[in-house]
Every structure is written in C-alpha cells, then in structure tokens.
T-cell receptor
Framework: GAVVSQHPSRVICKSGTSVKIECRSL??????MFWYRQFPKQSLMLMAT?????????EQGVEKDKFLINHASLTLSTLTVTSAHPEDSSFYIC????????????FGPGTRLTVL | QKEVEQDPGPLSVPEGAIVSLNCTYS??????FMWYRQYSRKGPELLMY????GNKEDGRFTAQVDKSSKYISLFIRDSQPSDSATYLC?????????????FGKGTHLIIQP
C-alpha cells in the first residue's frame, strides 16, 4: 500500500510557541490530504481538508487562524499550530487520498504534540 | 447523540475465538463504511471497505452493513494475539476518499494467548 509519513513523530513545546507538522505522501501524489486530531480515548476528529494549490476547508469549530494548513505540492501538506496552548496537546494524524488506488485514504503514523 | 457510536471496550477474548465488533450511526446519508486497525501510537490501517448494505469477506475478516438498522459489524475468525489492537469504524457520505471520514471512538481488542 501507499505510504504516508509525518514529521516530527513527537514534539514538546512551550505555551505560546508555534509548531509545524509535515505530512508527506512518499510514493504517490495526493491532491487531497486530511488532518485529524485524536484526544485520549476519543475518536479521530476531522479538522480540515487540504487541497493542493487552494485554501483548506475547515470543519465547524476549528479555528483556521490557529491551525494553518499549507498544501503547496502534490506530496506535502503542513499543519502549523500557532500560539499553542496546553489544550492543543493531542495526537495529530494526516491522511492522503490516492486517486490511483480506488481513492483510498492512507494515514500517516501521527504526531504527538505536548504543550507545556 | 453522537454521529457514530462504538463501544470502547476493552474486549478481551481467548485466542481462536470469533470476535464481533459493532458500530451504530445516526446519519442516513452515510454510504461508505470502513474498518481500520490502529496499534498504539500509530496511524490507522485500512482493513475493510464496503459500500451500502451487504457483506464483504477478506480472509479472516468479514464486514457487514445493515443500512436499514444503521448498524455495521466486523467479524474476526480464528482470532490471533497479533489481532490485539484498537479497531475503528469510519464512514462517509461520498466515496472515492473525497471527504474526510467520521470515526467511532474505537474498540480496544485484546486476544489472550
């Protein structure tokens, strides 16, 4: 199957700083990528849909100015958590849509963000 | 009422048993149904993908969808300790991976050797 990577896998930062998370499709091109957030013992919750070359679409309740998404190429989408606070601590997972594989979504391994 | 309900478990069964995992949902527009397996601190891995109602079998795994009852199931036959993981159901209104998915909380499954 197709491979999606995320970097970093784990990050700890101080409150008020910004953190960038990268999502890459390694062996396929992804016009669409998705960002999810998963709190402990909770579902993966869709945050936003990222389309290459256009603005991201955010789910209701997700602040677009706080969670900046850039999908500058067909293999890379980035999520920047701006002015992070402890309540932003979570597991962030991206998925990428492979149009050559029945449009299946492949998930990255996730990034665990801890804000002190 | 949440869109997708899934018992978080844990569900513990002996090796070799048949495992039944279930989800219920409220959105009648969901047409595509998926089961993912997630190991601790890893991303979800797709196990089964079905469209509309019916059954689908793949090796030891069988997925069932009953849209009239808004109920989906995943059966695992001859369960193995390596099947121990969290199983997530997911759904979408459109196929083709065009939309983000709506997930259940996941059921933590433990297969005892």
């Amino acid at each position: 199957g197709a491979v999606v990577s995320q970097h970093p896998s784990r990050v700890i930062c101080k409150s008020g700083t910004s953190v960038k998370i990268e999502c890459r499709s390694l062996d396929f091109q992804a016009t669409t990528m998705f960002w999810y957030r998963q709190f402990p013992k909770q579902s993966l919750m869709l945050m936003a849909t990222s389309n290459e070359g256009s603005k991201a679409t955010y789910e209701q309740g997700v602040e677009k100015d706080k969670f900046l998404i850039n999908h500058a190429s067909l293999t890379l989408s980035t999520l920047t958590v701006t002015s992070a606070h402890p309540e932003d601590s979570s597991f962030y997972i991206c998925s990428a849509r492979d149009t050559s594989s029945y449009n299946e979504q492949f998930f990255g391994p996730g990034t665990r963000l801890t804000v002190l | 009422q949440k869109e997708v309900e899934q018992d978080p478990g844990p569900l513990s069964v002996p090796e070799g048993a048949i495992v039944s995992l279930n989800c219920t949902y409220s959105n009648s527009a969901f047409q595509y149904f998926m089961w993912y397996r997630q190991y601790s601190r890893k991303g979800p891995e797709l196990l089964m993908y079905t469209y509309s109602s019916g059954n689908k079998e793949d090796g030891r795994f069988t997925a069932q969808v009953d849209k009239s009852s808004k109920y989906i199931s995943l059966f695992i036959r001859d369960s193995q300790p390596s099947d121990s993981a969290t199983y997530l159901c997911a759904m979408s209104e459109t196929g083709g991976g065009a939309d983000g998915l709506t997930f259940g909380k996941g059921t933590h499954l433990i297969i005892q050797p």
